[in-house]
Nanobody
């Protein structure tokens, strides 16, 4: 199975920007859609929250609260998925994970460790 390794997280002030990357151990060209999810602190027992998705045809979808601030993209040659996050808010603080679905009905691959984003002054 393809594994995903997230990076690029860190501490940033409100209004700042971060660019997250997700490197896949294999080809992502066969994945119908690639996703970013997140889990906020104190919510370890809850499901991850959908943040953004990018399909093979480059169609994108976003969580309402990040629309116009975040941009998701994929590189099917380098097997990398990125999430550009601008105008960050404290409520964006979370561990961010990437994953993919081979078909719209298929399950996710195993989740990676994620990358921690902390937005605080």
């Amino acid at each position: 199975q393809v594994q995903f390794v997230e990076s690029g997280g860190g501490l940033v002030q409100p209004g700042g920007s971060l660019r997250l990357s997700c490197a896949a151990s294999g080809s992502i060209a066969r994945f119908y859609s690639m996703y970013w999810y997140r889990r906020a602190p104190g919510k370890e027992g809850e499901e991850r929250e959908f943040v953004a998705a990018v399909a093979l045809d480059e169609t994108t979808n976003y969580l309402d609260s990040v629309e116009d601030r975040f941009t998701v993209s994929r590189d099917n040659v380098k097997n990398i998925v990125t999430l550009q996050m601008n105008s960050l808010k404290p409520e964006d603080t979370a561990i961010y994970y990437c994953n993919g679905r081979v078909t719209p009905a298929s399950g996710f691959s195993p989740w990676g460790q994620g990358t921690r984003v902390t937005v605080s002054s």
